[in-house]
Antibody, heavy 122, light 107 residues
């Protein structure tokens, strides 16, 4: 069974930084592209970033390009999202999401973690 | 980016009702359309891929159809556990994009 467990969310100030982690199990982690998808409170879903399984190719939404960095450690079966220069509009639940297809970006979001909340302090 | 527009944004229905949700893409996406169900406080759950292919374990009361720009999700007989928000998502053209969601509420 695929399991994805996010951590690292919390309270931040505008301009601050945070690193999210996602521990994966139940599948061959290095074979699959992984994604971050976020959801602002009471709002819809927004794809944020993706990383390929083993060759380090990354993609970003325009809204986070240059501020967020996605990475992975296949030996630890862990996905990361380094978030810098955070803005109030980055407030959201961030979901770690496994792509369905091995070896390429399909962007079909087959399996989701429970999410971790990033909020701003005033 | 491809815009995905769902209608209605919300609906009220009774247990046993047949419910249909529509999703329209701003350009042709072939059949690269997925549907997700999200209950309050929970992560989205994948229901359908390729416009009409049910994910393993999803009950057959859910069905999807369409291709090109117009798609539908139908719940044949609404049950209490089906009250949730439903999202469509295209994965034909980068970047992947979602509809705004349709909230299905109890009448």
């Amino acid at each position: 069974e695929v399991q994805l467990l996010e951590s690292g969310g919390g309270l931040v100030q505008p301009g601050g930084s945070l690193r999210l982690s996602c521990a994966a199990s139940g599948f061959t982690f290095s074979s699959y592209a992984m994604n971050w998808v976020r959801q602002a409170p009471g709002k819809g879903l927004e794809w944020v970033s993706a990383i390929s399984g083993s060759d380090g190719i990354t993609h970003y939404a325009d809204s986070v390009k240059g501020r967020f960095t996605i990475s992975r450690d296949n030996s630890k079966k862990t996905l990361y999202l380094e978030m810098n220069s955070l803005r109030a509009e980055d407030t959201a639940v961030y979901y770690c999401v496994k792509d369905r297809s091995a070896w390429y970006f399909e962007y079909y979001f087959e399996s989701w973690g429970q999410g971790t909340l990033v909020t701003f302090s005033s | 980016d491809i815009q995905m527009t769902q209608s209605p944004s919300s609906l009220s229905a009774s247990v046993g009702d047949r419910v249909t949700i529509t999703c329209r893409a701003s350009q042709d996406i072939s059949n690269y359309l997925a549907w997700f169900q999200q209950k309050p406080g929970k992560a989205p759950k994948s229901l359908i891929s390729a416009a009409s292919s049910l994910q393993s374990g999803v009950p057959s009361k859910f069905s999807g159809s369409g291709s090109g720009t117009d798609f539908t999700l139908t719940i044949s007989s609404l049950q209490p556990e089906d009250f949730a928000t439903y999202y469509c998502q295209q994965y034909n053209v980068y970047p992947p994009t979602f509809g705004q969601g349709t909230k299905v509420e109890i009448k």
